[in-house]
């Protein structure tokens, strides 16, 4: 089954309420999400604790760091620059996958701290993200995405929140720098509550398991809820950040909308379609790129071009064809396609192939054909089509 999660952030989004909100869900994932923080949060440090909490009446779990008693401080000795923190989550011993997602997410916080500063990013120091709660923050979280490795998500519009809030380089209005530049290209709405509603390490996170949009919550089997809470009391409004869960396919399929942008062009040279098509195809948010030839009006030759979006990018990339070819009008359609859940396995050479699970219950593989085009010969190509497709 197809697994699908949507999250709600009714109070806002930070790490430890991701956390919470899937670990309330998913119970069976305890274990071990503690184990990882546990391999790069020293002892003397403190311990992560998993409460029940109800927020606003709401049952709800909390995610926090407990120091130790007598113990040292959680800033202490830690090594706040992006490439320790990174060498940190490399060299511990976590479950397969967590290094890579927690990396991954710490790269984003990195790259918008690197912006937001002009400096190259190894130089990046993390300042309000620099305690080691921060750090088991995205520990966890990645624990969590390697878990449910193959699951998609969406996400509903973010609280914007107003006023200030407190940084290393003084007062600065919300969201903080970091967390607009991780975050652009989503939507917001003003719920009339000031404050930070969404944290850095919480925008990174979120970035990470939508893939850079909001993403479609697709038909399913409601399957599981939970909520996280964050430490902050609202009035009127619970501080909870909620996941649903949603059981996606039948016989192995699931659903998956897009838009369709298409236009005829019978005025731009050889040369210049292959550039605009270039450009379209490395465009954010474009799933699939077609070219048809045609007889169009007054009998000329005319190149359709078929796009597939996500939906959140159609509005970008429609203007985007408008800028690079010479159409004067696009024709939009809503289609709803139906996709196999494929995983990429990499071999001991390094070649990657696709495995995607069949309706009828069997794989099949299929490698990579940029992997193939690094092989010497034609014939070497196709022996090492033949041999991952035997092997599925």
């Not at 999660?5 to 869900?25: C, E, K, R, T, Y």
């Not at 999400?33 to 409460?51: H, I, K, S």
């Not at 996958?97 to 990396?103: E, F, K, P, S, V």
């Not at 607009?180 to 390490?201: C, F, K, S």
Request: charged share 25%; with cysteine.
């Amino acid at each position: 089954m197809g697994l699908h999660l949507h999250l709600d952030p009714v109070g806002g989004a930070a790490g430890d309420m991701f956390i919470a909100a899937m670990l309330h869900a998913r119970s069976d994932l305890t274990d071990r999400v503690l184990a990882d923080v546990a391999a790069v949060l020293p002892a003397e440090v403190g311990r992560p604790e998993l409460t029940e909490h109800v927020a606003s009446g709401i049952m709800s779990r909390q995610f926090k760091l407990v120091l130790a008693k007598g113990g040292i401080n959680a800033r202490h000795g830690a090594e706040t620059t992006y490439k320790a923190m990174r060498a940190l989550l490399e060299t511990a011993p976590l479950s397969d996958g967590t290094a890579d997602a927690a990396c991954a997410i710490l790269h984003r916080i990195a790259e918008a701290e690197a912006q937001v500063h002009n400096i190259p990013i190894d130089r990046v120091h993390f300042h309000e993200i620099a305690d080691w709660d921060a750090l088991m923050d995205v520990t966890a979280a990645g624990s969590i995405c390697a878990a449910l490795d193959g699951a998609t998500y969406s996400l509903a519009p973010l609280p914007l929140g107003g006023g200030l809030v407190d940084t290393a380089h003084g007062k600065l209005p919300v969201p903080a720098p970091a967390t607009a530049l991780i975050l652009q290209g989503y939507d917001w709405h003003d719920d009339g509550i000031a404050g930070e509603r969404v944290t850095p390490t919480g925008a990174a996170i979120l970035a990470h398991v939508t893939g850079g949009s909001h993403g479609t919550r697709p038909p399913g089997r409601l399957s599981g809820v939970g909520s996280g809470a964050g430490t902050r009391v609202m009035k009127g409004l619970p501080n909870i950040l909620r996941v649903t869960m949603f059981d996606t396919a039948e016989s192995g399929m699931m659903h998956d909308p897009l838009v369709q942008l298409s236009c005829d062009i019978d005025d731009m040279t050889g040369e210049e379609l292959g550039a605009a098509t270039d450009t379209l195809r490395a465009t954010a948010g474009v799933v699939d790129v077609l070219l048809l030839t045609a007889m169009g009006k007054k009998s000329r030759p005319v190149v359709r071009i078929d796009l597939l979006v996500q939906p959140d990018a159609a509005e970008a990339v429609a203007a985007r064809m408008f800028d690079v070819t010479s159409t004067l009008g696009l024709r939009r359609s809503v289609v709803d396609r139906l996709i196999l859940p494929r995983s990429i396995e990499t071999t001991p050479d390094g070649t990657r192939r696709k495995r995607t699970r069949r309706p009828a219950g069997h794989d099949t593989l299929k490698v990579e054909s940029d992997d193939l085009d690094a092989s010497p010969t034609l014939a070497d190509r196709r022996t090492a089509a033949r041999k991952g497709e035997t092997e599925g």
